[in-house]
């Protein structure tokens, strides 16, 4: 149980468009959804926290008005980069945590995003 | 804020046993966990602890002094599919994660 699930995997855009990354729970609800940024041979940076109905929660230094979460249920949070630029090539991984009561995160695959 | 750190490379022969450090300050704390994260894959969950001790999950245990804000990850019996990195991950609240660097490990024969 407990799988989450990142749509696409990979994606390669053009400078200056913009770019959606959705997260589902497949099999649990998920209260809570997290954006996570990884550069290569880093670890994992937390971009933000969404929780489901209510606005994202973003960490400081990360623009809310580039990356937009949206978490309209509980199974499903998307990320939209706007406006992307080369610097924004990353991976970008999302995890959910639920109402099981269990304690930890469950991780997506991640999201290889190229921006050109 | 919060400060974690592991030592970022490790290598270890197949069939030893390797303990993987973490030192943390933060504030809020509630919880540190462990996850191994294979390249290009996401990190899964190996072990979490919230109170002082050791946590034991077969060839896996991982251990948590609250007081020293240190923990580690102990791997026996090293087999080669566990070079992969470890990702020590603080707990804030009721939720947030915060993760170290990350320790690559190298198995190796």
């Known amino acids: 149980g407990a799988v989450v699930s990142q749509h696409p995997s990979r994606v390669i855009c053009k400078s200056g468009t913009s770019v959606k990354i959705e997260c589902r729970s497949l099999?649990?609800?998920?209260?809570?959804m997290f954006w996570y940024r990884q550069f290569p041979k880093k670890s994992l940076m937390l971009m933000a926290t969404?929780?489901?109905?209510?606005?994202?929660?973003?960490e400081q230094g990360v623009e809310k008005d580039k990356f937009l979460i949206n978490h309209a249920s509980l199974t499903l949070s998307t990320l939209t980069v706007t406006s992307a630029h080369p610097e924004d090539s990353s991976f970008y991984i999302c995890?959910?945590?639920?109402?099981?009561?269990?304690?930890?995160?469950?991780f997506g695959p991640g999201t290889r995003l190229t921006v050109t | 804020g919060q400060n974690i750190d592991q030592p970022t490379e490790m290598t270890a022969t197949e069939g030893a046993i390797v303990q993987i450090n973490c030192t943390y300050q933060?504030?809020?704390?509630?919880?540190l966990f462990w996850y191994q994260q294979h390249a290009g894959e996401a990190p899964t969950f190996l072990s979490y602890?919230?109170?002082?001790g050791l946590e034991e999950k077969g060839r896996f245990s991982s251990f948590l002094s609250r007081s020293k804000g240190y923990s580690y990850l102990l791997l026996k019996e090293l087999q080669m599919k566990d070079s992969a990195s470890y990702l020590c991950?603080?707990?804030?609240?009721?939720?947030?994660?915060?993760f170290g660097t990350g320790t690559r490990l190298t198995v190796i024969p």
């Open positions: 995890s959910a945590s639920g109402t099981s009561g269990r304690l930890e995160q469950y």
């Open positions: 099999d649990f609800q998920a209260t809570t």
């Open positions: 969404s929780n489901e109905g209510s606005k994202a929660t973003y």
């Open positions: 933060t504030s809020g704390f509630n919880g």
């Open positions: 602890n919230v109170l002082d």
């Open positions: 991950a603080v707990k804030r609240g009721a939720n947030n994660l915060f």
